[in-house]
RNA sequence: GGGCUCAUAGCUCAGUUGGCAGAGCGCACCCCUGAUAAGGGUGAGGUCGCAGGUUCAAGUCCUGCUGGGCCCA
């Protein structure tokens, strides 16, 4: 061989033009070039004019496993869907896709948050002075135009998600039937007796002279003036000194709160005598002085001081949630100005005093340099009044974090007003109780639904529950291992727990589950300290709370029955709630049957309905969605079994819904249904910037959904979403998607090979079968690969561990597939006979690998994994979607080597070996290395096939040889090559076309 | 201020009951040019947020601190 013979490119040159077009080279029409942006709509455009959601819903022979409950939470219909929206939207869609090809019939009907002080603000800002003097059912019709059209453009926005769900049947909680059935909610709740009216302190805003509920409040940092002031004790023995950030609600002080196991101490203050507590006395009073005398908080309750500028005498009471952190340690208490006020002042008997009127003016009953006078302008003129009159010991500007109104940003104040309310502590009977169990409030209710941690029992019931559990459940293992195959067991622990009582199997309840774990906790915090929920809104965008009052003149309770709640609901779903603003009372009371209604106020009767003033309250937003597993999923027929332990299986929103729509709906839920809405909770976390700092729509740091879509496709959108781990917050960057795009691509480009060496292959016609000695070839190992990787994700998605799912399809493109398998068989793919029982064999494999992948991938990329089977299939009518996993038991049964992952182990060693002699030697090209490799410790190394082996590390030769201790790589560049397959071979030799070929490539061209 | 939660390689994240710090991406070097706006190989990299404690042994358990996030006050 000449030296020229010898330099590879012009090997290279020789054989191109020689033996190229008798290879079977990858053919595909399934492209490179993704092109998401054109595709992805068209793939839209299919399916909705086969009408795929229908489809799924009428296979129900496709659905072995029956129906998985899953229910939308209504995102709220005003303004772009952002990346928030994304995220969760794209989440569900996994759960609706996965679901559905675990064989489960997925209803999914998607819905929207209409009624709500965002939209109406936002209607009233639009409409500007006019609004004054417009009805509330002209606002009211603004208000749902303009969600209306934000129903439109997000519904569209999330349809280019390509999210799988009921769009032409959407729930909307402004349609009347909705609105119906949040009535009737109500009407359980009137008659579980926790509905109450009363006044209350609660948040005000002044803006929109509305109470708000926690969830509408925003806290932000505000500069207020903070006062020490003195109240001159009525024996005229000195003065207390309190502290307020809030000098206008001084006119509603009632009483001083003062712990009772605090020490407090006279102080001399320029020859006056102050009380305060000894703690905070020198950071108050700025002197290192002793007191004069000392006394607990206990002997100071029941002093009676003078209010600075009013004419009334109040005494010092004892309240446990007086601190020595800031201020004087005795608290200024206003019962009409504050929660902690209020209960105070509820145990001392104290007027829920409150001078501030709705446009957060003082009324007469304030001194007169007040009357008229707004709450924040009234600061200054309370700080003047106080220093004019020598009260003021110091004031001074003070930066707090303090509440402010959701949407209009301005500040909010604690103000008693009239209001609705549900009672979390009354106890109310359930139907569905244990028999014998004591009535039990929703706080019980609800924290005994959402379980107890059963590594962490807290209860004596709950101890004991853990271990009669335990104890049954070794019973019955010992039964089974007796051989047994029912166990009595079983049977004695049910009894065990009825003859336990109605408490301990009330108690037993498994509870609902926390994904990830720990919101169990969270909301079991929530829960312990929420207070009464306020349902009352003054504002015109809702739906009215049904209570009608007494005309002028006439005394007593409104009507608010659960009769009457019926017939107004029973309305509302014919005329919707727009009735109630322009209907004549006895016409909103068409339904209601006074004269057999026993709850209905004796005023009632006497007066007539035609003469009932409707009241002007509507809903809290909440308790609107919070119905929603009864306007949606009991209402369509959608809801599991009357006898499931929950209304549906899943509830999946980000972590901030724990105290809003979760719990929210499980108070409704367990007042009417008496069992929770939800059997699981699954939560995601926060998106954050880059710098894992929180992301701000007016900061700039907010990617556009739409742009995400022009950019990168749904798909790639998908994909991102698919590998996050969602439980906490996630970091979001435009940079991101662009690696996802990455991702996307490599998963492609190897979908596009599996599917280019498949030209021409027909599976059912082509298939090989594996016999007993294939259980070495790389085919069976790949087999078995397929049959992991569809266990890994199909348990993945199970647990909605997407993520984990995405990293095991990833690696299994990527490495498994790409790096390895691919790789090796490269070779008799493209050089055996098109119809060798090797490279048939090999298809299959690559077959079955394609299908099975396809069909992963298709929950995270609807799109491309419906492109990919189509070119498969080569029907463009067939649809991936419509299918269930590929079912990998039948690969199971295919015979594989034990070995392999030994073999695949050493492998990694004779890669390295193999580098490490190339730069040696200065070979370049692996394929004029041959390998020889110790034999693998307690492995039958004969029965693989060295092509395979060679194959699998890109060489041309292999051999296991006994008398080695380290890898040996074999130079064969003075071996002759064969011209078509590039590999060194023993075989290679002229053949009768005037080439050098190996006798494979020789025989593949029926050469001699 | 309180509840829940997070902090591991340049980036995104795994790390089961305490037992020799892992993956992917990116990067560097090399190969292939018959997956080609592709494909393959090898390699570099970390005081596991900080400070204490328990332990033969701590990324892992405990306490405190710092800095994020959600919810509340």
């Known amino acids: 061989m000449s030296d020229q013979q010898m330099d590879p490119r012009a090997d290279k040159t020789a054989d191109k033009k020689t033996y190229k077009k008798t290879l079977n080279l990858p053919k595909s029409a399934f492209p490179m070039k993704a092109n998401l942006v054109q595709n992805e709509p068209a793939s839209l455009k299919r399916w909705e004019k086969m009408g795929l959601y229908q489809k799924l819903r009428e296979q129900d022979h496709a659905n072995p496993r029956g129906r998985y409950v899953f229910h939308d939470g209504p995102p709220y219909a005003n303004g772009s869907i952002h990346l928030g929206h994304l995220l969760n939207k794209v989440l569900k869609d996994f759960v609706v896709r996965t679901k559905t090809m675990a064989g489960y019939d997925v209803p999914y009907v998607p819905g929207w948050d209409c009624h709500g002080l965002p939209i109406e603000h936002k209607v009233m800002q639009e409409l500007g002075d006019k609004a004054r003097d417009m009805q509330p059912i002209q606002v009211r019709r603004k208000c749902k135009t303009s969600a209306e059209k934000f129903v439109k453009l997000q519904s569209g926005q999330m349809k280019r998600l390509l999210t799988l769900a009921d769009y032409a049947d959407p729930y909307l909680t402004m349609n009347p039937g909705y609105e119906g059935a949040v009535l009737e909610v109500f009407a359980d709740l009137v008659e579980r007796g926790v509905v109450y009216r009363g006044l209350k302190p609660v948040h005000w805003s002044i803006e929109n002279q509305t109470a708000l509920a926690e969830a509408e409040l925003e806290y932000y940092d505000r500069d207020d003036t903070s006062v020490f002031v003195k109240f001159d004790r009525v024996d005229g023995r000195g003065s207390l000194m309190i502290w307020t950030t809030t000098p206008w609600t001084l006119p509603a002080n009632l009483a001083v709160a003062v712990h009772e196991r605090h020490d407090y101490g006279e102080y001399d203050l320029n020859g006056q005598t102050v009380i305060v507590a000894v703690e905070l006395a020198k950071k108050v009073l700025k002197t290192d002085a002793e007191p004069k005398k000392t006394y607990k908080g206990s002997e100071l309750v029941g002093l009676e001081y003078k209010h600075p500028f009013i004419d009334r005498v109040s005494k010092v009471v004892s309240a446990d949630y007086v601190t020595l952190e800031d201020g004087t340690g005795l608290v200024h208490t206003a019962p009409g100005h504050g929660v902690d006020d209020y209960q105070t002042g509820l145990r001392e008997g104290l007027d829920v005093y409150c001078p501030v009127r709705d446009d957060g003016t003082f009324d007469d009953t304030a001194p007169d340099w007040l009357q008229g006078i707004n709450v924040w302008k009234a600061n200054d003129l309370v700080v003047d009044k106080l220093r004019e009159s020598g009260h003021?010991?110091?004031?001074?500007?003070?930066?707090?974090?303090?509440?402010?109104?959701?949407?209009?940003?301005?500040?909010?104040?604690?103000?008693?007003?009239?209001?609705?309310?549900?009672?979390?502590?009354?106890?109310?009977?359930?139907?569905?109780?244990?028999?014998?169990?004591?009535?039990?409030?929703?706080?019980?209710?609800?924290?005994?639904?959402?379980?107890?941690?059963?590594?962490?029992?807290?209860?004596?019931?709950?101890?004991?529950?853990?271990?009669?559990?335990?104890?049954?459940?070794?019973?019955?293992?010992?039964?089974?291992?007796?051989?047994?195959?029912?166990?009595?067991?079983?049977?004695?622990?049910?009894?065990?727990?009825?003859?336990?009582?109605?408490?301990?199997?009330?108690?037993?309840?498994?509870?609902?589950?926390?994904?990830?774990?720990?919101?169990?906790?969270?909301?079991?915090?929530?829960?312990?300290?929420?207070?009464?929920?306020?349902?009352?809104?003054?504002?015109?965008?809702?739906?009215?709370?049904?209570?009608?009052?007494?005309?002028?003149?006439?005394?007593?309770?409104?009507?608010?029955?659960?009769?009457?709640?019926?017939?107004?609901?029973?309305?509302?779903?014919?005329?919707?709630?727009?009735?109630?603003?322009?209907?004549?009372?006895?016409?909103?009371?068409?339904?209601?049957?006074?004269?057999?209604?026993?709850?209905?106020?004796?005023?009632?009767?006497?007066?007539?309905?035609?003469?009932?003033?409707?009241?002007?309250?509507?809903?809290?937003?909440?308790?609107?969605?919070?119905?929603?597993?009864?306007?949606?999923?009991?209402?369509?027929?959608?809801?599991?079994?009357?006898?499931?332990?929950?209304?549906?299986?899943?509830?999946?929103?980000?972590?901030?819904?724990?105290?809003?729509?979760?719990?929210?709906?499980?108070?409704?839920?367990?007042?009417?249904?008496?069992?929770?809405?939800?059997?699981?909770?699954?939560?995601?976390?926060?998106?954050?910037?880059?710098?894992?700092?929180?992301?701000?729509?007016?900061?700039?740091?907010?990617?556009?959904?739409?742009?995400?879509?022009?950019?990168?496709?749904?798909?790639?959108?998908?994909?991102?979403?698919?590998?996050?781990?969602?439980?906490?917050?996630?970091?979001?960057?435009?940079?991101?998607?662009?690696?996802?795009?990455?991702?996307?691509?490599?998963?492609?480009?190897?979908?596009?090979?599996?599917?280019?060496?498949?030209?021409?292959?027909?599976?059912?016609?082509?298939?090989?079968?594996?016999?007993?000695?294939?259980?070495?070839?790389?085919?069976?190992?790949?087999?078995?690969?397929?049959?992991?990787?569809?266990?890994?994700?199909?348990?993945?998605?199970?647990?909605?561990?997407?993520?984990?799912?995405?990293?095991?399809?990833?690696?299994?493109?990527?490495?498994?597939?790409?790096?390895?398998?691919?790789?090796?068989?490269?070779?008799?793919?493209?050089?055996?006979?098109?119809?060798?029982?090797?490279?048939?064999?090999?298809?299959?494999?690559?077959?079955?690998?394609?299908?099975?992948?396809?069909?992963?991938?298709?929950?995270?990329?609807?799109?491309?994994?419906?492109?990919?089977?189509?070119?498969?299939?080569?029907?463009?009518?067939?649809?991936?979607?419509l299918l269930p996993f590929q079912d990998v038991d039948c690969m199971r049964q295919i015979p594989v080597s034990p070995n392999w992952q030994a073999v695949m182990q050493a492998r990694d060693l004779w890669l390295k070996s193999i580098e490490e002699a190339r730069q040696a030697q200065g070979i370049d090209n692996p394929l004029d290395c041959g390998v020889r490799v110790p034999t693998i410790k307690d492995v039958a190394c004969s029965s693989f096939d060295s092509t395979d082996l060679a194959d699998l590390c890109g060489v041309s030769r292999f051999a296991f040889d006994d008398s080695l201790d380290a890898v040996a790589v074999d130079d064969l560049r003075d071996e002759p090559r064969c011209e078509r397959s590039w590999k060194r071979d023993v075989t290679v030799k002229p053949r009768s076309d005037g080439g050098t070929l190996s006798d494979r490539d020789a025989k593949a061209l029926g050469l001699t």
């Not at 909605?800 to 299994?812: D, S, V």
């Open 392 to 881: 003021l010991f110091h004031a001074e500007q003070f930066t707090h974090s303090y509440p402010h109104d959701w949407r209009g940003k301005s500040p909010v104040i604690f103000r008693a007003t009239e209001q609705w309310f549900v009672s979390v502590c009354k106890e109310f009977k359930h139907d569905r109780d244990p028999e014998g169990l004591k009535s039990k409030s929703f706080i019980e209710r609800s924290l005994n639904e959402i379980g107890f941690d059963r590594d962490n029992p807290q209860t004596d019931a709950q101890h004991e529950i853990i271990e009669a559990e335990a104890r049954y459940q070794r019973e019955a293992q010992e039964e089974y291992s007796r051989g047994e195959t029912r166990p009595l067991a079983e049977k004695e622990k049910r009894q065990f727990f009825k003859e336990l009582g109605p408490e301990l199997q009330w108690t037993r309840a498994e509870g609902v589950r926390f994904i990830p774990k720990w919101g169990r906790n969270r909301m079991r915090g929530m829960l312990e300290s929420r207070p009464d929920w306020c349902l009352s809104r003054q504002r015109s965008w809702g739906l009215p709370i049904p209570a009608f009052y007494p005309p002028e003149g006439v005394e007593g309770e409104p009507l608010l029955t659960p009769a009457s709640t019926h017939a107004v609901a029973k309305l509302f779903r014919e005329k919707g709630s727009d009735a109630w603003f322009v209907a004549p009372p006895e016409e909103l009371l068409t339904h209601y049957d006074l004269a057999n209604d026993k709850d209905a106020p004796v005023w009632v009767k006497s007066c007539g309905l035609g003469k009932l003033v409707p009241g002007a309250d509507i809903f809290d937003v909440w308790f609107e969605s919070g119905s929603s597993w009864n306007a949606v999923m009991l209402q369509r027929g959608l809801a599991k079994p009357d006898d499931a332990s929950s209304v549906t299986d899943l509830y999946l929103e980000g972590s901030d819904q724990h105290r809003g729509w979760f719990q929210l709906s499980l108070l409704p839920c367990l007042g009417s249904q008496g069992k929770p809405p939800f059997g699981a909770v699954l939560t995601h976390g926060f998106m954050v910037a880059k710098d894992g700092r929180k992301m701000s729509k007016s900061g700039g740091n907010a990617l556009d959904v739409d742009v995400l879509f022009k950019d990168f496709g749904a798909d790639v959108c998908r994909w991102w979403v698919s590998g996050l781990n969602t439980d906490n917050d996630i970091k979001v960057d435009l940079e991101f998607f662009r690696l996802a795009g990455e991702e996307y691509r490599k998963v492609r480009n190897t979908i596009k090979f599996l599917l280019s060496n498949l030209d021409g292959f027909n599976f059912k016609k082509d298939k090989t079968r594996f016999e007993e000695d294939d259980a070495a070839s790389i085919d069976a190992w790949m087999t078995h690969e397929i049959i992991k990787v569809s266990d890994t994700v199909q348990a993945a998605y199970d647990g909605f561990q997407f993520r984990k799912a995405h990293e095991a399809l990833f690696n299994f493109c990527n490495e498994t597939l790409s790096a390895v398998y691919l790789t090796a068989v490269k070779d008799r793919l493209y050089c055996d006979a098109p119809d060798s029982p090797r490279r048939r064999r090999t298809q299959s494999t690559i077959y079955r690998a394609a299908t099975t992948l396809i069909r992963l991938l298709a929950p995270l990329m609807p799109h491309t994994a419906d492109e990919a089977w189509r070119a498969l299939m080569g029907d463009q009518e067939s649809c991936v979607h």
